[in-house]
């Protein structure tokens, strides 16, 4: 079968590039795959898409692989859309839904993106990947590169959390600790392009990992019968997701496949530790600018210069929505609550949006009644630096006094 793909586009200035070869950017910034959405209209409909087996492969007309068969893929399964009535109730909206993407594979949506893109890169004769990562995204880049048997580089900042700098090791990716910022990870995966000849998976830096994140927002779509919720909460690092669902949006509008004209609000949510994208917000820029200490437990929203900001702070500005920053301080705390009331691996990125969206019913942005989705990106499992680990020791030989249990704090029968 052969892609519906057309051409390229810069996301800059609408210059066109060709498919089927190697592409990366275009004046340093973003290229967007475009496809022949009436060849996709004449072949397939979303009532076909539904009957094939639920994973991000069923909408396979609106992605840019050219056969099935070659997929690079850890069986990407749709993540479980699940009601969070007692979360709802703590921040003051009646009908809250978090969508569970930390259960793909390396356990972040990251997997969406790198499940594309290695696909991609392999089908095009790429021999060798690098990434720079702050948290997820070099896991999954180990994990798929492992799967499609291509080498692979992974530099970190020195203070990525620990899972993630063990979790691309052990998929057998060479890993580097950086003592610098992701920046400076990035850089020398810059200059190894030019000096090994490796290819470089960075957010945008080629076209294929934002099609792959763009499948949360057609799965989003299907899930809740092609109408859409009022608000989208996600929490934004690079963009790729926020960015990719907008084109999931926009391309199903375009076929017809939406049920209501009305789209989502998208709250693009940082953290005040690193809030470039939610500053240009406030101060109705175009472009960010590097915030000067960046510095955030959720590790995905460490990222100080994006190169898709005018595109995030666009999809955010035409949408309705807002970007905003949660404080920091209270992301380790809104992660354990989280976690507690509902049973959900929810892990500080995710938390950011809880708290963003606290504030936004708090001041009339959103009303108590509407439909809000919450993104969970990642598996708290994966950052055991804020993960409580003090539980109380017990001697097996000596009586135990039952009085402890009185003193010690059951989260569970408080509430
Ligand atoms: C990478 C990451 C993000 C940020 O994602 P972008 O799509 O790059 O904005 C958010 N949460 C988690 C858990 C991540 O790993």
Redesign the pocket.
């Known amino acids: 079968m052969a892609s519906f793909v057309t051409h390229l586009v810069s996301a800059l200035d609408d210059t066109r590039l060709p498919a089927r070869t190697v592409q990366t950017v275009h004046e340093g910034r973003p290229l967007l795959v475009r496809y022949d959405l009436d060849r996709v209209a004449a072949s397939v409909d979303r009532d076909a898409w539904r009957r094939r087996p639920p994973t991000m492969w069923r909408y396979r007309e609106l992605l840019p692989h050219e056969s099935e068969d070659d997929a690079v893929t850890l069986g990407e399964t749709h993540t479980p859309l699940l009601r969070c009535p007692r979360l709802g109730a703590r921040l003051g909206v009646n009908h809250l839904l978090i969508k569970d993407e930390s259960r793909l594979p390396t356990g972040?949506?990251?997997a969406r993106g790198m499940a594309m893109a290695v696909t991609m890169a392999r089908a095009l004769g790429v021999r060798h990947l690098a990434v720079p990562t702050a948290?997820?995204?070099g896991g999954a880049l180990a994990a798929y590169a492992a799967r499609a048997g291509l080498p692979c580089d992974v530099f970190m900042p020195e203070d990525t959390p620990v899972v993630n700098r063990v979790e691309a090791a052990i998929y057998g990716a060479r890993t580097w600790c950086v003592d610098g910022l992701i920046g400076d990870c990035g850089r020398l995966v810059r200059e190894g392009a030019a000096a090994i000849g490796w290819f470089d998976m960075s957010?945008l830096k080629e076209p294929y990992r934002l099609e792959g994140?763009k499948t949360m927002g057609l799965e989003l779509a299907d899930q809740m019968g092609w109408r859409l919720p009022a608000a989208i909460f996600y929490?934004?690092?690079?963009?790729?997701?926020?960015l990719g669902m907008d084109k999931a949006f926009e391309e199903l509008a375009s076929l017809g496949w939406l049920d209501a004209s009305t789209r989502p609000r998208f709250y693009a949510c940082q953290s005040s530790g690193c809030p470039p994208i939610a500053d240009a917000f406030a101060r109705d820029l175009r472009f960010a600018e590097t915030p000067p200490d960046p510095h955030t437990i959720a590790s995905?929203?460490r990222?100080p210069a994006a190169v898709g900001d005018f595109m995030i702070l666009d999809a955010v500005r035409r949408s309705g929505g807002r970007a905003v920053a949660a404080d920091e301080h209270r992301l380790a705390a809104m992660t354990a609550e989280a976690c507690r009331l509902e049973g959900l691996a929810i892990?500080p990125?995710t938390a950011a949006c809880l708290l963003a969206l606290e504030t936004e019913v708090g001041a009339g942005g959103v009303d108590p009644d509407e439909p809000v989705v919450v993104f969970n990106?990642?598996a708290v499992q994966k950052y055991v630096e804020v993960m409580p680990d003090d539980a109380p020791r017990v001697k097996r030989a000596e009586p135990f006094e039952w009085s402890r249990l009185q003193s010690s704090s059951l989260s569970r029968l408080s509430r």
């Open positions: 972040s949506f990251k948290g997820n995204a957010t994140k929490p934004t690092g690079g963009g790729t997701g926020l995905g929203l990222v892990c990125e990106t990642g």
